[in-house]
């Protein structure tokens, strides 16, 4: 009788471990590049305890749940204009490549930086690679322009505003399976055990400068998941209580051979 | 509860995003000021369960694990460095910057500061100062007898004297500019300082390498915009009310578990 509670229980630990997800999604509402995560529950059918309490003709197997992965949702977020030339939003398919102390990094959040050697680096101050290594830029250089397939050109210090030259193209991979990529904090991924990236050719590159790209947390959809969560966390809580008083009546009624 | 906590710095993000737009809105008649945008990372992330372990009894690889983030943490307020409008004055020392660079300005401790705000004014020794009274680099001095200024976009600047018909040079007006100048610290009173994140500074009259022109008895505004402030102000205000709803959620599930024991 105690797996009417385990049963309750398995499901409440698994509801909470998703508040957990909705409260991380929520809080992301806001960062740049941000995908946002959902839990992926499972039936786990116990091997050995079986309900025969009873003897109703064959065995029947318990059921219980199992908040058996987080899947991270890569569609695309929505782009908001910021009017800077080193932001840059990525659409469609894609991660920029960073170069941390750590190894190769990957991310969608193209909101960039010059550091003192005239490097693109992020907020944090890794490295951006393009094709050919770090794309750095000269002092004298303005009017950074960079086109849909990540070509970087400026205009450089002479007097008729023409195109100095280019400062490389930003690298843009994929990884070759769709779950290739691990959330790695900062706004970064990382890659699988045993997954790869490969550039993505220039025609399937889809950059917009002067753009991020926002979080793709849906808020209505997180409500609406968290008060799912709650009613169903509430109710099951009460089942539990209910089967509490059954088993104390029932304990409270066969303990007194009187009655 | 994880939920509880990381609700709390999804409130405390939002906190600092509300305090950056009530900023950039109390500065939107502010001459030069350019807006800031706050910018947020993703928390470390707990792997309870690591996609591509072996999955004992089929010996299947999982393909997802779980992974769950701890919420938030500001990375960055970033200045938005795009051209404010530029509005007339007919005030004779006011210059506008249109495109890229600073002027320089000479603080009293003989550091240089740069600034996007061309309200000028003269001092009593007729150097042209800004309305705080620190020179402009390099100096340019108008002599009294002068009857008008005209600053050209390049830079110029003329006076005709009392007496003369021909108008005479008594200097130019340079313009710095960065490699990264959102990189560059603010020091408020609408001064920036160069930082290492900036670069150093490349000096030369307007409107050559691609420096900007000026534009006399005009002045650049704010790149502040009310309507998208306040879309921000709202988003953000939402967001925080969501926020403070996981932690209600979370407060009642873990209440519910509680009543159970009487």
Known sequence: MENISLVGLSRQVALQRELDVIANNLANLNTTGFKGDEVVFQEFISPTARDDTFQRGADRRMSFVWDRATATNLGQGPMESTGNSLDVGLGGRGYFVVQTPDGERYTRNGSFEINAQGQLVTKQGYQVLGDNGPIAFDQSDTGITITRDGTISVIGNNATNQPAGQRGRLRVVDGNTPRAMEKAGDNLFTLRGGAQVANLPPANVDLRQGYIEKSNVTPVLEMSRMIEVTRAYTALASSIERHDQLRRDAIRSLGNPTS | ?262
């Not at chain 2, 007729?126 to 009274?133: A, F, H, K, R």
């Not at chain 2, 009173?189 to 000026?214: C, H, I, R, Y």
């Open chain 2, 1 to 262: 509860m994880r939920a509880l906590h990381t609700a709390a710095t999804g409130m405390m993000a939002q906190e600092l995003t509300v305090q950056v737009i009530s900023n950039n809105i109390a500065n939107m008649r502010t001459t030069g000021f350019k807006r800031q945008r706050a910018e947020f990372q993703d928390m470390l992330y707990d792997q309870q369960r690591r996609a591509g372990m072996q999955n004992s009894q089929q010996g299947n690889v999982l393909p997802v694990g779980i992974a769950i983030g701890s919420g938030v943490k500001p990375a960055a307020t970033s200045r938005v460095m795009s051209q404010g409008n530029i509005l007339p004055t007919e005030k004779d020392y006011d210059v506008a910057i249109r495109g890229e660079g600073y002027f320089r300005v000479q603080l009293p401790d003989g550091r240089t500061a740069y600034t996007r705000d061309g309200s000028f004014e003269l001092n009593d020794q007729g150097q042209l100062v800004t309305v705080d009274g620190n020179l402009v680099d390099p100096g340019i001095t108008i002599p009294t007898t002068a009857r008008g200024v005209t600053i050209n976009p390049s830079g110029t600047v003329q006076v005709t004297l009392q007496n003369q018909v021909a108008p005479q040079t008594v200097g130019t007006i340079q313009l710095s500019r960065f490699v990264n100048k959102a990189g560059l610290e603010s020091i408020g009173d609408n001064l920036f300082l160069e930082t290492a994140a900036s670069g150093q500074p490349t000096t030369t009259a307007p409107n050559v390498d691609g420096m900007g022109s000026l534009l006399q008895k005009n002045l650049e505004q704010s790149n502040v915009t009310a309507v998208s402030e306040i879309s921000d102000l709202i988003a953000a205000q939402r967001a925080y009310e969501m926020n403070a709803r996981i932690i209600s959620a979370a407060d009642q599930m873990l209440q519910s578990t509680s009543q159970i024991m009487r």
